[in-house]
């Protein structure tokens, strides 16, 4: 059983960046891969990063390479997402996710109550 607790969201203007943290609380953190996904008004929730339980290996969906950044910390059960460059269509509501398995799909055991990013042009 894991407990996750997003926060950092917020207001940005374009171009600029924002850091993303999520809290885990519950038995055996390290042994979890976690993902970050995405959903906006209206649409399905989509897959943005993910970072397996030693932090060794990453995805990131296509339309975020090279502007976003996964990362943990076992030691402080945290993760974070940085988000550099951001674009109005990032806009929605970010979810921290926890699983047994490194994945993209939309299949993780357990998931934060999501923290809001609202990107203005």
């Known amino acids: 059983q894991v407990q996750l607790v997003e926060s950092g969201g917020g207001p940005v203007q374009a171009g600029g960046s924002l850091r993303l943290s999520c809290a885990a609380s519950?038995?055996?953190?390290?042994?979890?891969?976690m993902g970050w996904f995405r959903q906006a008004p209206g649409k399905e929730r989509e897959f943005v990063a993910a970072i397996n339980w030693s932090g060794t290996i990453t995805y990131y969906a296509d339309s975020v390479k090279g502007r976003f950044a996964i990362s943990r910390d076992n030691a402080k059960s945290t993760a974070h997402l940085q988000m550099n460059s951001l674009k109005p269509e990032a806009t929605a509501v970010y979810y921290c996710?926890?699983?047994?398995?490194?994945?993209?799909?939309?299949?993780?055991?357990?998931w934060g109550q999501g923290t809001q990013v609202t990107v203005s042009s």
């Open positions: 996710a926890a699983g047994h398995a490194l994945t993209m799909l939309s299949v993780y055991d357990y």
């Open positions: 519950g038995r055996t953190y390290s042994n979890y891969a």
